[in-house]
């Protein structure tokens, strides 16, 4: 049973447009959220994390929701750019266990 | 560079081989882990360390999985009698302390025929 989903496997946007990449997860102890940008041939990048006692954190155009009670959260790209373009992974921890768990990633496609 | 390396970046090898996959992370970083990254799915979590401790290594596959980091730097993870199975992307990651943001390689992609 997965326990990270992201259940979109791509998105197209256009530039200047949101860009709204949605994460949904089962288990409770999950108590820290993070995203991830991966471009090919590269390893996963930190983008920016939530703690669960917060439902919102900001980082210039990224910002992160978390829904504890639908357990969802989104990330929120404003505005979104060409370079923007990229594989996007969800990932939730356990902090007393300290190892992340995956979604599936969702490939997000910024048009000119 | 000071980012994590990983070598060989990419790895053939014939169903019953054994391969050594190599990780150099980041000068100073206590915390070191690997992920295995199926094509098409994300990274799933495959052992911990702390320096030279292996303290979690619940994500390995199988026996034939083993990772080491003798000397609480560079790291090296051995798959023996490889199955196709076994066919997926390999990352390392660093940090700090284990719930500190991980660094990540660019992986090696191992394809078993």
């Known amino acids: 049973d997965q326990q990270v989903k992201q259940n979109s496997p791509s998105l197209s946007v256009q530039e200047g447009r949101i860009s709204i990449l949605n994460c949904d997860y089962t288990?409770?102890?999950?108590?820290?959220f993070l995203w991830y940008k991966k471009y090919p041939a590269e390893g996963p990048t930190f983008l920016i994390s939530?703690?669960?006692?917060?439902d919102k954190n900001e980082d210039g155009r990224f910002t992160v929701f978390l829904n504890k009670s639908a357990k969802h959260l989104s990330l929120h790209i404003v505005p979104s750019q060409p370079g923007d373009s990229a594989v996007y992974f969800c990932?939730?921890?356990?902090?007393?266990?300290?190892?992340?768990?995956f979604g599936d990633g969702t490939t997000l496609t910024v048009k000119p | 560079g000071a980012g994590v390396s990983q070598s060989p970046r990419y790895k053939v090898a014939k169903r019953g081989q054994d391969v050594a996959l190599r990780c150099d992370p980041i000068?100073?970083?206590?915390?070191l882990f690997w992920y295995q990254q199926a094509l098409g799915q994300g990274p799933e979590f495959l052992t911990y360390?702390?320096?030279?401790?292996?303290?979690?290594k619940s994500g390995l596959p199988s026996d034939r999985f083993f990772a080491e980091r003798p000397e609480g730097s560079v790291s090296t993870l051995k798959i023996q009698r490889t199955q196709q199975e076994d066919s997926a992307v390999y990352l390392c990651?660093?940090?700090?302390?284990?719930?500190?943001?991980?660094?990540f390689g660019p992986g090696t992609r191992l394809t078993v025929l």
């Open positions: 000068s100073g970083h206590v915390s």
């Open positions: 990651a660093s940090s700090f302390g284990r719930l500190d943001t991980q660094y």
């Open positions: 939530i703690s669960s006692i917060k």
């Open positions: 360390f702390q320096n030279e401790a292996q303290l979690d």
């Open positions: 288990n409770s102890m999950f108590d820290y």
């Open positions: 990932a939730a921890d356990n902090t007393n266990a300290g190892k992340s768990t």
